[in-house]
Structure formats: C-alpha cells, structure tokens
C-alpha cells in the first residue's frame, strides 16, 4: 500500500483544513488507518484512527471535538477534518495503515506510512 497525504498548509488559528490520504491497492478497505503528527523538536504523537469499516474512530484528548477522521473505501481515502485550529496544532501530518489489531494509538503496529503534510497554525 502506498499512501500520499495533502491538504496541508498556513492557516490562522481558529480556523479549519481538511486533509486527505489517497492510497493505492485494492485493499484498502481491509487496513485500519491512523493520523500521527510530529511538531518540531517533539516525538511523533497519535492524532486520530479509524478502522476498517469506519465504524469505530479514535481521538488524542486534545482534539477530541475539534479533528474528525472519516474514510470513503469507494475513493481509497481517509481525511482527517481538522476545525478551531491551536498554534500547538502545528506539525507534520502523517497518515498510515494497519492489517493487524491492537491499540489504534500504537504506531509501531502500522505498517505503512505516508510522506507526511505540514500543517502551520498561525496565532
């Protein structure tokens, strides 16, 4: 599976951007899918997850209500709806993949990942 995160960019905060990871293959709709980020100088975190069926979503605290994950299996995607953006919001995005179970949060369970997207929150 190969994946290709966008929708990145400058925002002020308090506002919105969408993005969206496109992945290749027609098996997509079997891997879970996970949102990570890393801020400069900082450790990659978990953002948000979704599984396979887009039946179950998973969120870090700090997000909850503001991000939403939704994946459309038809188009092989999976966006990540990012509302009330902080400065702290400011990261490089990366969407990943995952066949196997355990904690969605965990990131060393996905197995394939994407180049990653920059998100600068402006204050």
């Known amino acids: 599976v190969q994946l290709q995160a966008s929708g990145g960019g400058l925002v002020q905060a308090g506002g919105s951007l969408r993005l969206s990871c496109a992945a290749s293959?027609?098996?997509?709709?079997?891997?879970?899918m996970g949102w990570f980020r890393q801020a400069p100088g900082k450790e990659r975190e978990f953002v948000a997850a979704?599984?396979?069926?887009?039946?179950?979503?998973y969120y870090l605290d700090s997000v909850k209500g503001r991000f939403t994950i939704s994946r459309d299996n038809a188009k092989n995607t999976v966006y990540l709806q990012m509302n009330s953006l902080k400065p702290e919001d400011t990261a490089v995005y990366y969407c990943a993949a995952k066949s196997r179970g355990g904690p969605p949060q965990a990131g060393r369970l996905y197995d394939y990942w994407g180049q990653g997207t920059l998100v600068t929150v402006s204050s």
């Open positions: 293959g027609r098996t997509f709709s079997s891997y879970h």
């Open positions: 979704i599984n396979w069926s887009g039946g179950n979503t």
